[in-house]
């Protein structure tokens, strides 16, 4: 089957050629292929057909536009039906769902089918482009939009009216101007006259499942492949080291070339690492081979910290009081805790350039960018270049608290619950005080708030509520897909597109969660690709956490290509998404199931009396230079493999490669602690407060907490809690709070959830105070 995609490149008329400057400044993703607006946003869904113009459900032009069109169109006085309805759809394709991939810059006329045989107009026999000539060429139209204003002439006077011979010489000239004039056939959006239908693709069956190999027993949450397109990866953990490892090659049955001991860099020191803060996200500048540039985002304790200060996320021009917010988590004092972005350089010399350096300096280069965090919990953290833009994406969350209690996501001045991007290329040498900027980066231009004043320049999407792993599909970088991590009901997956709103916490998924919000506040909510229940993964206790994802774009299995991989922490469940038709944003997930396979250098876990791999928690998702993904779980990393090598039938695979039988190896587990805080952060926030107010049951209760790591059992309490008013959280049926520090005046608010069996809560730190039972 061929892959439709859209490319802007087809546009080839030498009269456009001093356009095409423009267009490469214009469209972000000079080869588009999502449905997507001139205005370069997402279609929204109208809730009924257009009044004029004939699109219904994902469209692009809003009730006012649609009308403007029908004005523009009645002006035009088109004597002849057929002219008329000619013109008029091709008015309207700006309505289209594809539309920006239909128009040329600045054109008023989309790219009209030029060709028998187009891919997209099979079921006409001459060209779309023909017919409106042979229809119009002697009817009159009054401000033609067919004038040749774009080969440079003057415009036409103001109510002239002309017909299309006036206008062109002939109908090989028209169409050189407006047809679709492209030789590759495949990659070809063209307007023929009515809606863009994507061809057809059929649905593909589903890999029969995920074939693992384990590499590595360490817990690792971020990975990021080296940039001069080695056989190397970065890999980062949480308490704030980096390690460059080289990946060993297929079947080889070596594991991951890493030496613990010798970090690339270790930045544990300036990191606040705690139940739910650490070394977040890992960045390596597109030119990293001769910049030497990365950059880390991570959390830091202003207590402890000079370089820890920033404006808090709570503040004045976000309608937030600081001074209102009890202090949660720990914290002393609420924006204790910061979120940073910071740049950092190799250790690089002249005679050994960045690309074979071996060792980053841990001494900070520059500070981007450094937010007070209100509460604990939700701060995302993840950082991403653009594959296309260079820019750098900066995933931030709503920052904390039960619904969002200030509403900061859906707040366009505020940066928490947001998708931030920034241009790290070009620093500012002074505070651009217009733009009010939070740190050390300039606006890339296009930005949404180039059309909305009222954002933040910094923010490219906004409503999120944690972003916990974004990624781009290295085919398609328009494919901007992101997991935002549910608060009670739903885990979802968001197609990131510019000034898109994905609804949090007006929305979870698609609850409503805010019961007082109006309907302007809502209209313009993006809802999720995909995602699932909490009960879906797990019918007991109810909880989840959505860990993102990776585009398979690998040959190593080839029944995955193309599908989008997620799974949930708990890791009892991992999907495989697919798109039909291709290109049209439509996803289907299937649950599949994922096995270790034969010759694993690491010896894998497996659930009992099953062939499925037991890999702890699934933290994130990774992807090397040849594309192959790798999954950051508790039980370390692992390697997607040819489905053979678990048995699994696919078709596609050619051959087997020969596996070599692996070292045997003593697998083992990462710290618990270490464990426990992943699942905090993930669990978006749960911090158990370690408290200098002992009652006489604390030592009790300690005990029982640190009885509660081989999974949950309720023998200590039947009451106690926790952590913030807005936060809360329980172990298994039995109601054990967290304290927190002002517990008493927020006690009406707790509320038992509870946390899933096997949820470890073991730290050295944590002790907890009886409350009494309510009831
Ligand atoms: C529209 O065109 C017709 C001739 O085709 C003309 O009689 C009529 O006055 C025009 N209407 C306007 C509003 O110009
Ligand atoms: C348009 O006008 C030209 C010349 O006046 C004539 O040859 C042609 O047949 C006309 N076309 C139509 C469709 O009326
Ligand atoms: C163009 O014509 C329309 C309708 O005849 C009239 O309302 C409008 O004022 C005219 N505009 C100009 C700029 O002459
Ligand atoms: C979405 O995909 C499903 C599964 O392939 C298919 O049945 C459905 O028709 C698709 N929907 C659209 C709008 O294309
Ligand atoms: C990469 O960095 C080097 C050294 O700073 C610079 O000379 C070069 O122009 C950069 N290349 C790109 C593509 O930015
Ligand atoms: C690089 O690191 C080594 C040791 O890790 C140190 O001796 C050396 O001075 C560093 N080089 C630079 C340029 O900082
Ligand atoms: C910009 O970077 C410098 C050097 O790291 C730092 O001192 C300054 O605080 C940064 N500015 C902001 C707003 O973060
Ligand atoms: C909903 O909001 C409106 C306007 O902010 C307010 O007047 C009204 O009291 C609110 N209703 C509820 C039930 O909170
Ligand atoms: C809701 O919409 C109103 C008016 O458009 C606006 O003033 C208000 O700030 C919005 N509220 C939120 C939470 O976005
Ligand atoms: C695959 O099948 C072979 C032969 O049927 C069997 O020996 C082997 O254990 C299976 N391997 C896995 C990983 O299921
Ligand atoms: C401990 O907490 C109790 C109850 O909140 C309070 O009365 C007492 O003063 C506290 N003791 C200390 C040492 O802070
Ligand atoms: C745990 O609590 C539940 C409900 O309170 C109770 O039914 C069960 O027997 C308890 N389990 C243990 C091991 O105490």
């Keep these: 089957m061929t892959e439709t995609t859209i490319s802007l490149h087809m546009i080839k008329m030498e009269a456009l050629l001093p356009l095409l400057c423009l267009l490469v400044l214009m469209y972000p993703y000079p080869s588009s292929s999502l449905p ?45 039906p057929d002219c008329a309805s000619a013109v008029k759809s091709i008015l ?73 011979t006036d206008l062109w010489q002939s109908q090989t000239d028209f169409c050189a101007a407006f047809g679709d004039n492209d030789d590759d056939e495949s990659t070809r959006y063209c307007f023929d006259g009515g809606p863009v239908q994507l061809n057809s693709t059929p649905t593909p069956l589903p890999p029969e499942g995920l074939c693992l190999e384990r590499l590595g027993d360490k817990g690792y949450i971020n990975m990021a492949a080296h940039p001069d397109g080695s056989d190397r990866a970065f890999f980062s953990d949480l308490p704030g080291k980096i390690w460059l490892a080289t990946i060993p090659t297929h079947g080889s049955g070596e594991p991951l070339g890493v030496d613990e001991s010798t970090p690339f860099v270790d930045l544990t020191d300036q990191v606040k690492y705690d139940t739910v803060f650490g070394l977040m996200g890992i960045a390596f500048h597109p030119n990293f081979t001769e910049n ?50 910071a740049e950092y350089t190799v250790n690089g010399t002249s005679s050994e350039p960045p690309a074979k350096a071996t060792k980053g300096k841990p001494a900070e280069v520059r500070r981007i960018l450094t937010i007070g965090l209100p509460f604990t919990n939700n701060h995302g953290g993840q950082i991403l270049f653009g594959p296309e833009d260079g820019y750098l994406y900066i995933m931030l969350g709503d920052g904390g608290g039960k619904n969002d209690p200030f509403m900061l996501a859906q707040n366009k001045k505020s940066l928490l619950g947001k998708i931030m991007r920034v241009d790290v290329d070009t620093i500012p040498k002074e505070a651009d005080d217009d733009l009010n900027l939070w740190g050390n980066y300039s606006i890339p231009p296009d930005n949404p708030y180039s059309e909305d004043k009222e954002l933040s320049p910094e923010i490219w999407a906004l409503g999120l509520r944690n972003p916990w792993r974004c990624t781009f599909d290295s085919q398609r970088p328009s494919y901007f897909l992101c997991t935002d991590v549910g608060q009670d009901h739903y885990e979802e997956i968001d197609v990131i597109t510019k000034g898109g709103n994905y609804g949090w916490s007006i929305y979870e998924g698609h609850l409503p969660v805010q019961k007082n919000i109006s309907d302007s506040n809502s209209s313009d909510v993006i809802f999720p690709a995909m995602g699932y229940n909490h009960y879906d993964v797990n019918k007991k206790e109810g909880s989840a956490a959505i860990t993102g994802g990776s585009f398979y774009r690998s040959t190593t299995d080839p029944c995955m290509y193309g599908s989008y991989l997620y799974a949930d922490l708990y890791a009892t469940a991992l999907w495989a998404a697919a798109e039909t038709p291709t290109n049209s944003g439509n996803f289907t997930s299937t649950s599949i199931p994922f096995g270790c396979g034969r010759g694993s250098p690491l010896e894998c876990n497996s659930v009992p009396n099953t062939n499925l791999a037991a890999l702890g928690y699934i933290y994130s998702f990774g992807e090397d230079n040849k594309k192959d993904v790798y999954i950051l779980a508790s039980t370390g990393v692992y390697r997607v493999v040819q489905p053979s090598r678990c048995n699994y039938t696919c078709a596609k695979e050619k051959g087997t490669s020969p596996v070599q039988t692996p070292p045997s190896s003593s697998s083992s587990s990462s710290s618990l602690e270490f464990i426990s805080s992943l699942i905090l952060v993930l669990l978006t926030g749960y911090m158990l407060k370690d408290s200098n107010n002992k009652t006489k049951d604390d030592d009790a209760l300690e005990a029982g907490i640190s009885n509660l790591d081989c999974g949950i059992e309720n023998k200590t309490t039947e009451h106690i809690v926790a952590i913030s008013p807005f936060e809360y959280s329980v172990i298994d049926k039995a109601k054990v709070f967290i304290p927190y520090l002002q517990w008493q005046a927020h006690l009406k608010h707790l509320l038992p959830v509870e946390i899933p069996s096997g949820l470890k809560l073991k730290g050295k730190k944590w002790t907890a105070h009886f409350v009494p039972t309510e009831n």
């Design 36 to 80: 997507m607006c001139t205005s370069l946003r997402a279609p929204v869904i109208a809730k009924e057909a257009l009044a004029f113009c004939p699109y219904k459900g994902r469209v692009c032009c809003d009730s006012t536009k649609d009308s403007q069109l029908q004005m523009q169109f009645e002006a035009m006085n088109i004597s002849l």
């Design 92 to 164: 309207c394709a700006t309505c289209d769902q594809f539309s920006a991939n239909l128009f040329r810059v600045e054109s008023q006329i989309p790219l009209l089918c030029n060709s028998q045989d187009s891919s997209l107009s099979k079921q006409s026999s001459t060209s779309f482009c023909t017919n409106v000539w042979d229809k119009c060429q002697n009817i009159s139209i009054r401000n033609s939009p067919f004038a040749p204003s774009l080969k440079g002439a003057a415009g036409l006077p103001n109510n002239a009216s002309s017909t299309l």
């Design 292 to 341: 030497g540039r990365f950059f880390a985002s991570f959390n830091c304790d202003k207590e402890k910290s000079t370089t820890c200060s920033g404006r808090c996320g709570c503040n004045s021009d976000v309608g937030c009081d600081p001074s209102k917010i009890a202090t949660s988590g720990g914290a002393d004092h609420p924006c204790q805790y910061h979120n940073v972005v």
